[in-house]
Each structure stands twice: as structure tokens, then as C-alpha cells.
């Protein structure tokens, strides 16, 4: 082989080195600026958004996504959205991360797991939606980490790492029947805030380094607050604020909390 045919052959191999690493780091971050929409018919919308599903059940992140207002919308109750471990990243805390409200309706039975959600208005947002599973996520720098609002009840939040939300870490408004459990909640202006809500259980987390560790406010009532771990927040470790009747504060470990549990405008606990 002459050296014209060695050196052409050799700048051939480079190239197709180079192709095809190109093309595996552009599976691994692909993003896209627009909505990605999950629809009723189990379609993704625009289908070169970086999720796949082969039976519109289970849909899995193929790649990053970076969103300029909101991230993913879904249409379509039952199903599961892994996020394989990729990011769904927001622009300057706008918008909605993942939202589950269409037409005055919201969804049902929704899993989300293994996403790192960060940059939005709401990271996660539980709008008349009920029944959800949210576990394994790493959720920070948004507004309200998660938010659980309008009658949105019987959802389960667990095991999450929830951090550097600038409003809440978890947000329940006038909802019930929730469970928020085992998830690691720090430096949020509120770890965990139930706004006129009933009938929640707040159980085994580790609330820590926030403004308020747990805020009960606004005649939330018979809520159960037990188990959880709440150390170094400044003001207060637990706070109740016009908050109702009933509310049940138990076997909790409060340490290293300016007030560990201070009572403003409060009826029985």
C-alpha cells in the first residue's frame, strides 16, 4: 500500500471514529427546546422529541431535554414516564417540568421515576390529578419542587431528593388523601407545605436546612405528620398557621431547629 492510499485510508478511519461518536454522544443529549406533548392516542408529539414507547404505556427518556417554558405535557392516564436518568432542564423557573392538566381535565394513575427535574416554575405539577407515583426523581432549583393542587388526591410521593426549590420543596393545596414519604427535603423556603389541606400523611422524611421544615397553614386539618426527621431549619421545624383541627404530630425527631414546633392562630392538634 503506497503512502497516498495509507494516509487517504487513514483519514477515512478518523472520520467514521468520529461519526459514529458524534452520533452515540447525540443520543445521550439530545434536547429540544419545544413542548413535548404525550397524547390521548399514545403518540409523542413531535415525534423526534428524545422519549420512545413501543406499547404507549411505558415511556422512557432517550436524551436530555431543555424546554424554554414547559417541558413535557400528558394527556393520557395510565402510564409510566422513566427518566432512564436523563435531565428535563427549564429556562429561567417558567412553565411547568411535567403537567398533567388538559381542557379543564387532569390525568390518573401516572408513574414518574429515575428524572432529574430542575429550572421551572413547578417542577412537577399534580393539577385534578390523582393517583400518581412519583419516586426516584432528583428535583431542584424550581419554584415548588412538587406541587399537588386542586383536589388532586390519593398520589404518592416517595424517595425523592428534593433540593434548592426557592418556594416549596412540596406543595399540598387543597387536596387530600396524599402520602409524602422517605424523600430527602433541603434548602427550600418550605420543605413541605399543606395549604388547606385534610387527610395527608407526612411520614419518614428528612427535612432539613429549610426556611420552614413543615407548614400547616390555612385550616389544614387532620393531617398526620409522623415519623419524619426534621433538623436545622431556621425558623421553625414544624409550623402551624391558622391551621385546623385535628392535625396529628407524632414520634417525630426535631433537632437543631430554632423553634421545633411553633403554633400561630392554631385550633387542637
Known sequence: MNKTVLTSFTILCLLSTMLIA???????????????YIRADGSIDPPTAPISSFDSVIYTLTGNITSDYNGIMVYRDSIVIDGAGYTLQGKGARGRGISFFDLGHGRNNITIK????????????????SYADIYGNNITNNNCGISIRESSDYNIISENTITNNTYAGVCIWSSSNNTVSENYVTNCRYGIELYW???????????SKNTVGIEICSFSSS??????????????????YVSGKNNIIYMNNLTNNYNGIYLSSSSTI
Not at 454522544?25 to 427546546?33: E, K, L
Not at 389541606?197 to 427535612?207: F, K, P, Q, S
Open 197 to 207: 389541606a385534610t387527610n395527608n400523611n407526612i411520614l419518614g422524611n428528612n427535612v
Open 22 to 36: 458524534g452520533l452515540a454522544f447525540g443520543i445521550q443529549t439530545a434536547n429540544t427546546s419545544e413542548t413535548i
Open 114 to 129: 429515575n428524572m432529574e427535574i430542575k429550572g421551572f416554575a413547578y417542577g412537577i405539577d399534580l393539577f385534578f390529578s
Open 223 to 240: 393531617n398526620n405528620i409522623f415519623g419524619n426527621k426534621i433538623t436545622a431549619n431556621d425558623p421553625s421545624g414544624i409550623s402551624l
